[in-house]
């Protein structure tokens, strides 16, 4: 159960709040309120609320720093993006990757360009699959006989 926990997408206020703490390495209450973005600024306590939810969560570390908790990240932001894109994957397309991949092609948010580097992105990848060993120990296609 505690696996799933981490797993999950953060809260958009998590997120904005996280974000700063990426940004900043580490930061107290009033560092992370300083450095969110928008007017007006949230209160102090929303912030210290949220980043205690984040403690909580196992999302972020504190240390008590002479009167005022200093806060760090433990998720990267690549494992919350990751986390984020695959309950995306699963709420939208029912865990179909492809899905998503379609709808982003019909939409035609692709641009020549990029559809360029994701074939390239794709290309490696099956380079990149075709070296690894399968699971009952033999090489990959290169090299069985």
């Known amino acids: 159960m505690e696996r799933k926990r981490a797993g999950r997408p953060l809260t958009p206020l998590e997120l904005e709040i996280m974000k700063v703490l990426w940004d900043l390495e580490s ?53 919350a993006t990751r986390a984020t894109l695959h309950d995306l994957i699963d709420r939208l397309f029912g865990g179909s990757a ?27 990848a099956h380079r990149e699959a075709s070296q690894v060993r399968p699971a009952d120990g033999k090489e990959g296609r290169h090299g069985n006989p």
């Open 98 to 124: 492809e899905g998503l991949v379609m709808s982003l092609l019909e939409s035609r948010d692709l641009t020549p360009e990029k559809l360029a580097r994701l074939n390239r992105l794709i290309e490696q």
């Open 27 to 79: 930061g107290n209450v009033q560092a992370v309120q300083a450095h969110l973005p928008g007017e007006p600024k949230l209160a102090y306590t929303t912030v210290q609320t949220m980043l205690n939810v984040l403690h909580r969560k196992g999302k972020v570390k504190r240390t008590l720093k002479g009167r005022a908790f200093e806060y760090v990240p433990l998720v990267s932001r690549q494992k």
